[in-house]
């Protein structure tokens, strides 16, 4: 399973007008260099950028999930282990967090940023960009909290294998909230029915 991470595109450019104005000028050169700058710094001004977002340093510890042999498990379940005391997170916005994800029952690892060095997953919570269980329960964290979800196979990858995944897996993940990126007006989050993947 790979990690899904937003891109950053960010489009400045010279305007087809402003192009033909600085070509048709005098041989003044210092005239083309203050067009061309003035156009370059009108483009720049008016082209949106991806808002920055800092995310903080993890205050925790690596988790640990044991194993819960022969659980059963038919519903989503959420455990705020700790409250965050920063920005919410809502559907629709982008969570900059590490997580460790484990079969439920063996407490087998399957995935994580914990096992990459620490790289922290970047990921838009939306409805089909990550599983059911993930767009029900991410929203509604804080930056700095960690939440445990516990999900059973109807809002994780049900009877489809996923690479290390079995067929019918209860997932457990343990998630830690270190950045939010707030969605855009056109950025809006739908039905939190329909399943996608945490790591596409």
Not at 24 to 49: N, Q, V
């Amino acid at each position: 399973m790979t990690t899904a991470r937003a891109t950053r595109i960010l489009a400045v450019g010279l305007t087809g007008a402003a192009l033909l104005f600085a070509g048709c000028g005098d041989d003044d050169s210092s005239s083309d260099s203050t067009s061309a700058s003035t156009s370059a710094a009108t483009s720049a001004a008016t082209t949106p950028a991806e808002p920055v977002v800092r995310a903080i340093r993890n205050p925790y510890r690596r988790p640990v999930q044991g194993p819960h042999p022969g659980a059963r498990v038919d519903q989503l379940i959420i455990k705020d282990v700790r409250v965050g005391d920063g920005e919410t997170l809502e559907p629709g916005d982008t969570a900059i967090a590490d997580y460790y994800g484990s079969i439920y029952q063996s407490g087998r690892f399957f995935d994580g940023s914990w096992g990459r060095g620490r790289e922290p997953l970047e990921i838009r919570i939306d409805n089909g960009g990550v599983i059911a269980g993930w767009w029900q329960g991410i929203p509604g964290m804080r930056v700095g909290g960690r939440r445990t979800l516990i999900i059973p196979p109807a809002l994780g990858y049900g009877e489809q294998a996923q690479a290390t995944i079995p067929a019918n897996s209860t997932l457990f993940f343990t998630v830690d909230l270190l950045g939010v990126r707030k969605a855009t007006a056109a950025g809006t989050a739908a039905d939190p029915a329909a399943a996608g993947q945490p790591a596409g």
